[in-house]
């Protein structure tokens, strides 16, 4: 059993919330609220069958990891078509990582949309597994069209998703959302259009190896697609100044799916790394590193705008959706340094922010269920049910979004300045990183302030909200954090050895091309660069 398991990772990843997905759409809607004893019936099959299956998966991507840390790259070939011309899925450390950032997002997500949000509207568990099966496909997927595949399932059901629980607010800030959804789904088709034009692949192995063959008179179409890609990414990220649908959207959203909303900004982050730093990177020929005079300045231009944001927002739900703006552009600093240390910042840095926000989402919810009629509003209202439980973890949480000592934000920060050491934007990314870690203290702590201590003895505190379910599944999120902090030594060195594996181009060609495929694939043999390390055993999978 573990060997089939081990063979068939890849796609049993994919699968699992597949396969999840239909037998919940087979299990039937509960309609909406709930009521009634077959409806009620129904809801609690699908809530059992969604945990089972998270569950699993988060089994999975820990083997994942564990496999991938070897060094190992693992390759599934659909049908067992050879690439490029099948399709494939690979893994390797970054998409093992991101594939277990996913799982541990999802179980305490959905532990805490059971505790009543998944009553609120129809198909949630079924959409819920397919916003995972598109996720995890983004991350393992080969190919670059293949990943447009994806990103439409992930977006088809962040649409229903993020109109759950209904509401007039939610509605209008959705309409926005699917329209600019839908355009920059538009443009990523003629981006990956213009792309295959000039090179005749798709494949992620097979365009690094055709990039550079493009020679600078022919370059400028391989070019012009590249910067389609580069804002199709960017407005999925939510890098400046793509970002300003990311607050409205995700503060409007019901506190579960704004929280799972907090991995969607890294498939964005995700895609930028693997196409523009890596087969537009340094060794792309005429089109090398065609990104980098724009995406670190824009990268800290949006840490800038997020961190701002935050401080001028009046509810807590917008202060935490523009801190993942804040957070996003962090890590694209770390990606646009174009260096081992700066990808594995990114890579470190991601992992706490997306657990760091997740958390403050559904915190952000606790709270205001908690202050009656005042909600999340940052104003004075009745005091909290539990100061002292929630007030920790907003402490915890605002100390690692900041990047104090010894918690997981600073880790990221310090690798990431460290990066920065030699390069010439040395100064400004000094400056921004430290100085949106500032802001971003006052702005939680004026907020943290506002809620905890600034309460009003006439108005009675409610128990609404104080469900023990609710807490432990945001404590989860906080105690993740946590566990960075005391596992960080590992987590550096898995980070550092996938910015090395991510970069070694010529290792992840022969592993899914092919020795056969490298000679038959090309125009004219490819010298690739010197690879910075001994390349990783290798071990192809049918």
Do not use: C
């Not at 609690?44 to 998966?57: D, E, F, K, Y």
């Not at 949000?117 to 393992?140: E, I, S, T």
């Not at 060794?283 to 401080?311: E, K, Q, Y």
């Amino acid at each position: 059993m573990m060997a089939f398991v081990s063979t068939h990772l890849p796609a049993l990843m994919v699968l699992l919330p597949s396969f999840t997905a239909m037998l919940l759409l087979l299990l039937g809607d509960h309609g909406g609220d709930a009521h009634g004893s077959h409806a009620t019936h129904r809801l609690l099959w699908a809530r059992r069958i969604a945990l089972t299956s998270v569950v699993l998966g988060l089994v999975l991507a820990a083997l994942a990891v564990r496999q991938a840390a070897g060094g190992e790259l693992q390759v599934y070939r659909m049908g067992d078509w050879p690439a490029p011309y099948g399709i494939v899925l690979v893994l390797d450390r970054l998409s093992a990582m991101m594939v277990m950032l996913t799982s541990l997002v999802a179980l305490p997500v959905l532990w805490y949309a059971t505790g009543g949000w998944d009553a609120h509207g129809r198909y949630f568990h079924a959409m819920f597994q397919f916003q995972l099966m598109g996720l995890n496909g983004a991350f393992v997927t080969g190919d670059l069209f293949n990943l447009f595949v994806f990103f439409e399932v992930l977006l088809i059901a962040s649409y229903v998703l993020m109109l759950h629980g209904q509401g007039k607010e939610r509605m209008r800030v959705g309409l926005h959302y699917v329209a600019l959804n839908l355009t920059a789904s538009a443009l990523f088709l003629i981006g990956v259009s213009l792309l295959y034009a000039k090179t005749g692949t798709l494949n992620f192995a097979d365009l690094a190896v055709r990039v550079p063959q493009v020679a600078a008179p022919d370059a400028k179409l391989l070019q012009a697609g590249a910067w389609i890609l580069l804002v199709v990414f960017g407005f999925k990220a939510a890098l400046a100044p793509l970002s300003m649908w990311l607050p409205a959207t995700y503060a409007a959203s019901t506190a579960p799916v704004a929280a799972l909303f907090a991995i969607m900004t890294k498939v964005g982050v995700y895609g930028i790394l693997r196409l523009h730093g890596v087969v537009f990177g340094v060794d792309a020929g005429a089109s090398a590193l065609l990104a980098a005079p724009v995406l670190l300045p824009l990268a800290l231009a949006t840490s800038v705008m997020g961190v701002l944001g935050a401080l001028a927002a009046r509810t807590l739900e917008r202060l935490v959706a523009w801190l993942t703006v804040a957070s996003v552009g962090t890590a694209l600093v770390a990606v646009g340094l174009y260096n081992n240390a700066g990808w594995a910042a990114a890579m470190y840095y991601m992992a706490n922010s997306t657990l760091v926000v997740a958390g403050l989402f559904l915190l952000a919810e606790l709270v205001a269920a908690q202050r009656g009629n005042a909600g999340g509003n940052l104003e004075p209202a009745s005091a909290v049910a539990q100061p002292a439980m929630l007030g920790l973890m907003m402490l915890l949480a605002a100390a690692s979004a900041a990047g104090l000592p010894p918690l997981p934000g600073f880790i990221g920060k310090l690798m990431l300045l460290e990066a920065s050491y030699t390069h010439v934007w040395q100064s400004a990314v000094w400056f921004t990183v430290l100085g949106v870690g500032f802001l971003t203290l006052v702005g939680l702590a004026r907020a943290g302030s506002i809620l905890f201590w600034h309460v009003r003895d006439d108005v009675p505190a409610t128990t609404s909200g104080a469900s023990p379910k609710l807490v432990s599944a945001t404590l989860a999120l906080i105690a993740a954090t946590l566990a960075m902090s005391i596992f960080g030594d590992a987590m550096v060195r898995y980070t550092t050895d996938a910015a090395a594996q991510l970069r070694d181009r010529e290792a992840y060609a022969r592993a899914v091309l092919g020795p056969a495929g490298l000679s038959t694939n090309t125009t004219r043999p490819y010298q690739f660069a010197p690879a910075p390390a001994a390349p990783p055993p290798v071990r192809n999978k049918p």
